[in-house]
C-alpha cells in the first residue's frame, strides 16, 4: 500500500505541481487545493487505470474521491482483486 501512495504521489508532483518547493503528503488536498483540475483528474484517472490494470466507473470519479493520495489508493483499491 505504500508503494501505491508513493507512486501516485511522485506522478501528482511531476505532472501536476507547479512550484517545485511546495510540500505534498498523502494528505494535501489535491482538487481543492486547486493541484488537479477536472481536465488533470481526467488524465490522472486514466494512468490509475493504466497502471493497476482497472476500470473506475464515472460515477466513482468525484473530486472527492481524487482530493488525496490516501483517497485516491482507496479507490484504486475498490477496484483491484
Same mark, same amino acid.
Request: charged share 35%; no cysteine.
Given at each position: 500500500m505504500?508503494?501505491? +501512495?508513493?507512486?501516485i504521489?511522485e506522478y ?6 507547479e ?7 498523502? @494528505?494535501?488536498?489535491?482538487? *481543492?487545493?486547486?493541484?488537479? @483540475?477536472s481536465?488533470?483528474?481526467? *488524465?490522472?484517472k ?8 482497472i476500470?473506475?466507473?464515472d460515477? +466513482? ?9 490516501? +483517497?485516491?489508493v482507496?479507490?484504486?483499491?475498490e477496484?483491484?482483486?
Amino acid at each position: 500500500m505504500e508503494e501505491m +501512495k508513493d507512486i501516485i504521489l511522485e506522478y501528482v508532483i511531476e505532472e501536476y505541481l507547479e512550484d517545485e518547493d511546495e510540500e505534498l503528503t498523502y @494528505d494535501t488536498p489535491l482538487i *481543492s487545493g486547486g493541484i488537479v @483540475d477536472s481536465f488533470s483528474m481526467v *488524465s490522472l484517472k486514466r494512468f490509475l487505470e493504466n497502471k493497476y490494470k482497472i476500470s473506475i466507473p464515472d460515477d +466513482k470519479a468525484t473530486p472527492e474521491a481524487f482530493d488525496n493520495v490516501n +483517497k485516491i489508493v482507496a479507490l484504486v483499491n475498490e477496484f483491484t482483486a
